[in-house]
């Protein structure tokens, strides 16, 4: 794709998106259906934040089970590869 080529698609969706958005905001039938759009949307909205919750715990648990695994086989904790210092202090 040459810039050129870019330049058109990018002007041409950024037309698209200003008429959309004219259409919502400037016109009587884009208010009736930001109305009808917007409690959908918050529903949408809630759903997201369940879901991330549910894979933000979901995250926890895996990460719980991958410590007790390596606790089982004898890991000693931290990553492989990396030495700890600890009286090394930061320089900041």
């Known amino acids: 794709m040459t810039d050129t080529s870019r330049a058109v698609a990018a002007t041409a969706a950024g037309a698209v998106l200003g008429a959309l958005a004219g259409y919502l905001f400037f016109t009587e039938r ?3 259906l930001r ?3 917007e ?3 918050g529903d949408v909205v809630r759903e997201l934040d369940q879901v991330m919750g549910t894979l933000t ?3 926890g648990v895996a990460s719980e ?3 007790l695994l390596g606790e089982a086989l004898g890991d000693s904790g931290s990553p492989a590869g990396r030495v ?3 009286r090394q202090t930061s320089p900041f």
Request: no cysteine; hydrophobic share 40%; proline share 11%.
């Open 30 to 32: 884009g208010l009736t």
């Open 84 to 86: 700890s210092y600890p």
């Open 39 to 41: 409690p959908a949307l």
């Open 65 to 67: 089970s991958w410590k």
């Open 35 to 37: 109305r009808h759009l």
């Open 57 to 59: 715990k979901a995250a």
